[in-house]
Structure formats: C-alpha cells, structure tokens
C-alpha cells in the first residue's frame, strides 16, 4: 500500500506568493495531519482532521495560513501571503483513529521563501 | 512549560554501548507514547510505542513508561553506527488524537 503522498517535494517562492501543499493520506486512515519542522522550533502540529473535519487548528500561526480537506483522500495547507519566516519542511501524516494510533509521515514538503 | 520535552543532545556513544533517551511530558490524561527516529532530510519513522507502565522490548530497543513521574524513555542496545540519528519522543495530549512532538535529541553513535 502507498503510503502518505506529498506534493511538491520541493519549492522555492518569492515572498508575497501564494504557496499551496498538497497530501493524499493512506487510504483507509481517517486523520490527517499537519507539521511544520524547524531547526529553531523542532515539529509543531498544525492542524489536525478527522474524518475530513479540522479538530483543532491551534497551532496555525496566523490567518495567513489555511488548511483544508474536502475529501477522505485530499488535503491542502495553503498559505497566502508567503513570508521568508514560513521557509521549514512541511510534513503529512495519517493515522487511523481513535486515539492512541500511530501516525505515518509523507515524505515533506521542503519549502524555501526569498 | 513546553508538552514534550527532551535533551536535545548531541548523545555520544560508542558502539556496542547502551544509549538512553529521556523525555517528560505534561498533560497527566495522556495514554499513548511513541519513539520515532528520524535521519537527516528523512522523514520521521516509528520505533516504538507503549500505553502501559513498564517496559515493553523490541529488538534492541526497550521503551520505559512511568505515567506516575510523566517519563518515559528509549534504551538502545549494542548501539550502531546506524543508529546515528535524531530521536523524537510523541505524546497523545489527553485522550484524543492529537500528537505533540519533542524537539528531538540527536544521539552519535561512533566506531
């Protein structure tokens, strides 16, 4: 089975553009989530869905960043107006809930802002 | 206070050494708890998990669960080479699905 599918790989945009991150969970899971790795701040959670639902969006920084998951097999985390502060890995990852299940990472996104 | 929270390191050890990995978190309800180790420009990978208090072993690791002192560790036996990388301790916050990560503790592991 294919396991977390992120899109692109790789990205390098002006400050100012419009970046949009794309992720096809395992099938069969039905919780995503969103990370966003740095050296300074290490992996912080996002937002997180289940069942297509966001659950809790506490850790999007601010408005400028949006997430969503229109079905079981997509979702997107967009951010808008960029900024070279956003420049970090962006990672997927699914699990099937309830609680306590493990969660399986794409491959990331590595996104660079100038 | 951070949830997860972990030595940042660098860990050395030699090889054929025990190397021991350290994290406390903060939310008492919490159930379930993961290792996951990550290579440089990898992504992170699962090791291990463990619900209950106690040990639980596999291969060469052991992980250890003390919810009483919210502590929970990662041994590795007969440590490699290979085994150079970067250990993340994950949390469930409460009883739900959200999955809080330490910022990791990078354990070297030399010939």
């Known amino acids: 089975d294919a396991g977390v599918i992120q899109s692109p790989r790789h990205e390098v945009t002006e400050m100012g553009q419009e970046v949009t991150l794309r992720c096809k969970p395992i099938?069969?899971?039905?919780?995503l989530f969103w990370y966003r790795q740095t050296m300074m701040r290490g992996l912080e959670l996002l937002i997180y869905f289940n069942n297509n639902v966001p659950i809790d969006d506490s850790g999007m920084p601010e408005d400028r960043f949006s997430a969503k998951m229109p079905n079981a097999s997509f979702s997107t985390l967009k951010i808008q107006p960029s900024e070279p502060r956003d420049s970090a890995v962006y990672f997927c990852a699914s699990s099937l809930a309830p609680n306590g299940n493990t969660i399986y990472f794409g491959e990331g996104s590595w996104l660079t802002v100038v | 206070q951070k949830e997860v929270e972990q030595n940042s390191g660098p860990l050395s050890v030699p090889e054929g050494a025990i190397a021991s990995l350290n994290c406390t978190y903060s939310d008492r309800g919490s159930q379930s708890f993961f290792w996951y180790r990550q290579y440089s420009g990898k992504s992170p990978e699962l090791i291990m998990f463990?619900?209950?208090?106690g040990d639980k072993e596999d291969g060469r690791f052991t992980a250890q669960l003390n919810k009483a002192s919210q502590y929970v560790s990662l041994l590795i036996r007969d440590s490699q080479p290979s085994d150079s990388a970067t250990y993340l301790c994950a949390v469930n916050i409460g009883q739900t699905d959200k999955l809080i990560f330490g910022t990791g503790t990078r354990l070297q592991v030399f010939p």
């Open positions: 463990i619900y209950s208090n």
């Open positions: 099938s069969g899971h039905n919780s």
